[in-house]
């Protein structure tokens, strides 16, 4: 029954992955093998699950109806592991973590260390990636995402909310002038977050200081960047100004020196915020547990408010 199940969940990752080749990397397996497994399978039914060619494979009805049937049976398997997991008594077993790369450097990184310290019989694995991931067909068990949530089949948890600032250095100021609405900022150079089908260049401010009619501000700039570290020390260097969630500090705007603008304007988060999204609505101990000391160490407010002297009294 073991051996079945496990070609089970074989069959089910190479449909999810779209390949053998996806699949039998996600298992750190031979393609060979994972072929030879489905095989097996077949051979144990009695039917062919899928009419493979050179390149592509497509299911056969049988192998429709059996694979509707084994995501049934897979889910409940993994339901009664999280009932024996909840009734532990401290959280042990592999979690599987997938987030973007500067939240799990700056944030995730050193929970785990204490974590894993704290409980020596867990296994990590992080993935570190600014694309998203598939929770379900990559298998990880939970993701912390920054934004509006968009996948309605996953479960989330709000662990903090988003604080945005606008940015730009005193060598900037001093070259451009400062800018005291935000049609005049717009007319200055930005620098941009792009990565993918993601271009964060839009700005939602009152149109009136301390006003309650927002607007959206489209940026301009000549430079794009994919990575938050880099656009920090772009605007350093004075390239331009930028719109930027303050989780993506690491260190003081005094120390930097950053000067944040149009801080008499209220700016909208655009209904944004940090979320532990996993698949199953039953956590287990272990990523409950996880979750958890992630929101502690990220504290409240977030810790990176205090990256910008008197944040609570801006942007009102």
Do not use: C
Request: glycine residues 4%; proline residues 4%; neutral net charge.
């Amino acid at each position: 029954m073991q051996s079945i199940t496990k070609q089970l969940s074989l069959f089910l990752d190479v449909v999810q992955q779209g390949s053998f080749t996806k699949a039998a990397a996600l298992h750190d397996m031979d393609n060979s093998l994972l072929s030879k497994q489905i095989k097996k399978l077949e051979a144990e039914l009695g039917v062919q699950l899928l009419n493979r060619s050179t390149r592509s494979f497509s299911l056969t009805s049988a192998g429709e109806e059996i694979l509707e049937q084994t995501q049934t049976l897979l889910d409940t398997l993994n339901q009664i592991q999280n009932i024996a997991d909840s009734y532990q008594s401290e959280p042990k077993g592999i979690i599987r973590i997938t987030s973007s790369i500067f939240f799990g450097q700056e944030y995730l990184q050193p929970v785990i260390s204490q974590f894993m310290k704290q409980y020596p019989n867990v296994k990590v694995t992080l993935s570190l990636d600014d694309k998203r991931a598939d929770i379900i067909s990559d298998h990880f068990d939970v993701a912390f995402r920054i934004g509006k949530l968009t996948e309605s089949n996953l479960i989330a948890k709000k662990i903090a909310n988003t604080h945005f600032a606008i940015l730009a250095s005193e060598a900037f100021l001093a070259e451009h002038g400062h800018p005291q609405t935000p049609e005049e900022l717009i007319q200055l150079p930005a620098v941009i977050y792009s990565n993918g089908n993601v271009i964060l260049d839009q700005m939602r401010l009152s149109q009136q200081p301390h006003g309650e009619q927002f607007k959206n501000y489209k940026m301009q700039g000549n430079y794009k960047v994919s990575d938050v570290r880099t656009i920090i020390e772009a605007v350093k260097d004075g390239l331009g100004y930028t719109h930027i969630d303050l989780f993506n500090l690491n260190q003081s705007i005094t120390e930097l020196k950053l000067v944040p603008l149009l801080t008499r304007y209220s700016l909208s988060t655009m209904d944004t915020g940090i979320y532990a999204v996993y698949p199953h609505r039953k956590q287990t101990l272990l990523v409950s547990e996880f979750i958890k000391a992630v929101q502690q160490y990220i504290g409240t407010p977030p810790k990176w408010v205090e990256h910008v002297p008197n944040y609570k009294n801006l942007y009102k």
